[in-house]
């Protein structure tokens, strides 16, 4: 059945959102507000309002992942604050937008005193997204966490909800406030592992956890060692090469050329 509300995804979720959905209800009230010409000023305090509860949403994400359950080693605890950056990257951007599509014109000295119908409703559009950003994130994320198999070697639990979520709303956020959209594509920002890993599985896996490891290294000094007990029993062991997802389409590419030859 698909999720089509804030309440299927509460019951669903496998940690406790009921504060995330609060706000979420909150903020569907306030950002509802007519905006016309005759409406301007109730319309920015309402969505200012709206603004502030997305805040609360995320500031709600924050501290539900960070439970001893979820957070069980160092590197766990590098990829939650791989998650509060890449995040708090993005608020600030909707910060920027609330200042210089509201806030400054409400400066004494300002050549524009009155903050007009487009104005308001390009800001309600970037809450908006910011809103079904955190709501698609979560669908996806509990989707993929349902369809983890018993008999996965990856463990069908909150610390794994961690390592989906954070890979799905990484993506979601590069959409719509990445580097790419900068006009910076070459760059790399915190919480970025290079061009891997291309799954959340591979971010769980034994060389995604040393991936972070040597890129938090890179970036702070602190070596970290990764428990054996942490981690996965990957290919590593077994002698085998471990593939991505890039590695299996290039192969099937490979294949598909080879039967064109014949």
Known sequence: MALISWVDLRERSPIDISRVVSHAN???????VRISINNLNRAKKSLIDAGGEIDLIFTSLYQLLYEREILKSRIDEILYGWLIDNVGRYLKKIDEFEEELLIKFDEVNSEIKRVGISRLSSYAKTLKIANSIVYESLLKSIVEYENIKENDKIKKEPRTFLYIFFHVLQIAMSVVGGLAREGKQNQFKKGQVGSIPTTWQSLIS????KKIAKKHE???????????????KGNEESGQEETDENTLYYEEMEEGEQDGDN
């Open 26 to 32: 909150s903020f569907n009230s306030l950002v509802g």
């Open 206 to 209: 034994p060389e995604g956890q």
């Open 218 to 232: 890179e970036e702070t000094g602190e070596k970290v060692e990764i428990p054996e007990y942490m981690v996965e």
